[in-house]
């Protein structure tokens, strides 16, 4: 993989990691869909595949990736393009 693309992903799912912890809303509810405890947050956030979970949280919600893409002033579609391109992101075509 492009080493660009990657640090894209990483910076880009960092960046939802940040918004999160500074959500006081969103926070427990990733913490306990998650498993992850508070410590893990900052243990846990150069591991791709940790990552990965966090852009698999944010992209459940529409609101949630507007309001994250809003506060961080990128396209409403990077964070499914960061997505791809972390472990687990690829996307199975079935045709």
């Given at each position: 993989?492009?080493?660009?693309?990657?640090?894209?992903?990483?910076?880009?799912?960092?960046?939802?990691?940040?918004?999160?912890?500074?959500?006081?809303?969103?926070?427990?509810?990733?913490?306990?869909?998650?498993?992850?405890?508070?410590?893990?947050?900052?243990?846990?956030?150069?591991?791709?595949?940790?990552l990965?979970?966090?852009?698999?949280?944010?992209?459940?919600?529409?609101?949630?990736?507007?309001?994250?893409?809003?506060?961080?002033?990128?396209?409403?579609?990077?964070?499914?393009a960061?997505?791809?391109?972390?472990?687990?992101?690829?996307?199975?075509?079935?045709?």
């Amino acid at each position: 993989m492009n080493k660009d693309r990657q640090e894209f992903a990483e910076t880009l799912a960092l960046k939802a990691l940040g918004w999160l912890a500074g959500n006081d809303e969103l926070l427990p509810v990733f913490l306990g869909a998650s498993g992850a405890s508070v410590s893990d947050l900052r243990q846990r956030a150069a591991d791709p595949d940790f990552l990965g979970a966090v852009l698999d949280f944010l992209l459940m919600d529409d609101a949630w990736v507007t309001a994250f893409c809003t506060a961080e002033g990128i396209a409403c579609s990077d964070p499914m393009a960061a997505r791809q391109l972390l472990p687990g992101g690829a996307q199975t075509h079935w045709t």
